[in-house]
């Protein structure tokens, strides 16, 4: 009998990588996707016994029942325990900090706290959040995944000085809210915020919002898309 490996997340890109690696390993693991909370049900996970839960990118609070009993990993984008807590991408970006790392860790109570199996480097210097959660995904489910479904990993403490994020608000966005004074801050702030289901970055007019998408740094100049909005 092939033990179980769940994936739980959320994003599409998240989704697709998910089958082809069910498919690549389907003669070793049978493989369960979970999209809601309502899934992430311990009296069935019960029954099932995973080997492993993943979470690649989930928006909600793990039980404690599930993270006590199978063997839960998550994904941090930060050189942990540098870079605890929310809106990691957006934080170092603000910080100019471009080389990261992307942290598998073992879920615990404490917020990014667990120890760890892996680690992965991770440049974000280019492109829009979306495209490097896109790239993310690739680390995650073709570099860092396979090496649990291949051997057993031992996890250690996280060593080193602790610093911690603070999750971003929709407010944050507003472009006029930031001391943005040179072409590459502007390009860094539309693009850290540039990804499905994050706030874009905006300026209002009046009873106008205008957000920024798909920003591109040429030269001297910035090109990239806007929508015009009424406020509500």
Not at 50 to 58: A, L, V
Not at 194 to 199: F, H, I, L, N, R
Request: glycine share 4%.
């Amino acid at each position: 009998m092939k033990d179980t490996i769940i994936i739980a997340t959320i994003k599409e890109w998240n989704i697709k990588q998910y089958f082809l690696l069910a498919e690549k390993y389907k003669n070793k693991f049978d493989f369960m996707l979970i999209t809601t909370p309502k899934e992430l049900n311990y009296e069935e996970l019960k029954k099932i016994k995973p080997k492993y839960i993943f979470f690649p990118h989930w928006s909600w609070l793990i039980p404690k029942e599930i993270y006590e009993n199978f063997e839960s990993i998550l994904f941090h984008m930060t050189d942990l325990p540098f870079g605890r807590g929310g809106s990691p991408f957006q934080n170092l970006i603000m910080s100019e900090i471009y080389e990261t790392k992307v942290s598998a860790i073992r879920v615990e109570e404490g917020l990014d706290t667990g120890n760890i199996y892996l680690k992965e480097p991770f440049n974000i210097s280019l492109g829009s959040a979306e495209e490097n959660f896109i790239e993310l995904s690739n680390i995650i489910f073709n570099k860092m995944i396979p090496q649990f479904l291949n051997h057993p990993i031992k996890s250690i403490p996280q060593k080193g000085k602790i610093t911690k994020f603070k999750r971003r608000t929709p407010n944050q966005s507003n472009i006029l809210n930031e001391q943005i004074t040179t072409m590459k801050k502007m390009y860094d702030f539309i693009r850290m915020l540039d990804a499905e289901g994050y706030p874009k970055a905006y300026i209002e007019v009046n009873n106008l919002k205008i957000e920024f998408s798909e920003v591109h740094l040429k030269k001297n100049e910035l090109v990239g898309r806007f929508e015009v909005k009424e406020n509500e």
